[in-house]
């Protein structure tokens, strides 16, 4: 106990450089890392990438990705193939802040969809850097 109180400014540094280190990795755990808002409009641009936003109708409604389709997550396994039909082009899913997706994109790797990523930080993130939305 001795050594903690002689050592405290020590073991203080220690502890917040240890804290900045994790900070980036509980920072990407919460955005759910993944995809950001310019690679994906370039992805859409150059390779012609397919949007699923995995959101319930009435938030698709309410603000979406110009172009992008709604699969609500609890339909995906069933309604995806039909509505993506060519599995070789990049997909890029989509929800309000990313944590739909994220657990979206293991079904839609299951299904084939090897290009499949997820928009990190979701529609919050796509509007922070101020990309158009669409309302229905």
């Given at each position: 106990m001795q050594f903690f109180i002689d050592n405290w400014m020590l073991i203080s540094v220690a502890l917040a450089s240890?804290?900045?280190l994790l900070w980036p990795a509980?920072?990407?755990a919460t955005s759910g890392?993944?995809?950001s808002a310019a690679n994906a409009v370039q992805l859409i641009n150059r390779?012609?990438?397919v949007v699923v936003d995995v959101?319930?109708?009435g938030e698709f409604a309410a603000g979406h990705?110009?172009?992008a389709k709604n699969v609500p997550v609890s339909q995906l396994e069933r309604r995806l193939p039909e509505v993506v039909k060519n599995k070789t082009l990049p997909l890029i899913l989509v929800c309000a802040s990313g944590a739909r997706a994220n657990r979206a994109l293991g079904v839609a790797k299951k299904l084939g969809y090897e290009k499949a990523q997820v928009l990190g930080g979701g529609m919050k993130a796509w509007k922070e850097a101020n990309l158009p939305v669409e309302k229905n």
């Open positions: 240890g804290a900045m509980l920072q990407g890392g993944g995809l390779e012609r990438a959101c319930e109708a990705v110009g172009g």
